[in-house]
């Protein structure tokens, strides 16, 4: 997550930008719940390939630093857990209706 010399902006640039929404694209297709609270959203992921969850983390860590993202293994599902900052909250909601796709709006398991 951010300290306070990391300004909150995407350094993303305009060339990986349709990468990066292909694979936001391809993640929602699996994501089956999705919960954004100020500071912190969770995303469940069934029948996502691991290592394409591990590379959106590396990318959106790469072009973010001021969000914290983590990956938790769970028993059917893999979890992605993203916080931010409240100044961050925007990019937070919309990162996470990007991922979350069609899936219902619900509390995953914490």
């Known amino acids: ?39 912190e959203a969770r995303i469940a992921f069934r029948g996502a390939p691991r290592e394409r969850l591990a590379a959106f983390v590396a990318a959106e860590a790469a072009c973010c630093p001021f969000l914290g993202l983590a990956l938790d293994d769970r028993a059917d599902d893999v979890v992605l857990t993203i916080t931010a900052e409240p100044a961050a909250q925007p990019i937070l909601e919309e990162l996470t209706t990007g991922l979350a796709g069609d899936a219902p709006p619900r509390s995953t398991p914490r």
């Open 1 to 39: 997550m951010r300290s306070d010399s990391t300004p909150v902006a995407c350094t993303l640039t305009a060339a990986d930008r349709p990468a990066h929404e292909a694979l936001l694209r391809e993640l929602s297709a699996h994501a089956v719940a999705a919960d954004c609270r100020p500071g």
